[in-house]
């Protein structure tokens, strides 16, 4: 993302605080949304390049984080439609080189967590579960608990930010952590799956 405006030279410099500020939130719930680190950084880039263009046509009846979340909302969702398979629950193989790295390159680094390893792996094994049962719902709903559990959005804000009502985000969210706790259920009671 670049930190001058695309283009514009008497573009608001507020913008550039924007994208600052706002970036690693609004990639961090595209990644969730989409499950794929370079395609969330490419619908990323494309909700800041949206939210330029519409910049100076924002008039500070929502919350600016918001009206972001929005943009960046309708962008996750027509990524999503234009998918021909969805990637949710691919598995990739640590041996081989990330996409797009150099041929020869070793396999994909994990992180060397030295800190009380026994504690770190089950917490790393929980945030796992938590993250594939989040990346297994239905788009609609995850789009609501991500809002919700991983950015903490209001119930007023998840509803500006998705379009839809209060009532129904209530339902949406009441009906995701039901499947949720289907789904983690048994990690929680010691099977796990």
Known sequence: MPSRPLDDSDAPRTFDALVAR????????????LGDYDEAADVT?????????SYHKFRGDA?????????ALNQSRNRLRRRRRPDIGRTVSLDEP???????????????ETKAPHTLAERTELKDEIMAAIEALPPDYREV?????????SYNEIADATGISLDNVKTRLSRARAMLRRRLGPYYSGHHD
């Open 98 to 112: 990330p996409p797009g790295a150099e041929a020869g390159a070793g396999g994909r680094e994990i992180p060397d």
């Open 145 to 153: 608990v991500v809002l919700r559990e991983l950015h903490d959005l």
């Open 22 to 33: 706002y970036e690693k939130p609004i990639f961090n719930v595209i990644y969730r949304i």
């Open 63 to 71: 919350n600016v984080y918001t009206w972001l979340y929005q943009i």
């Open 45 to 53: 880039q494309e909700t800041f390049i949206n939210a330029y263009r």
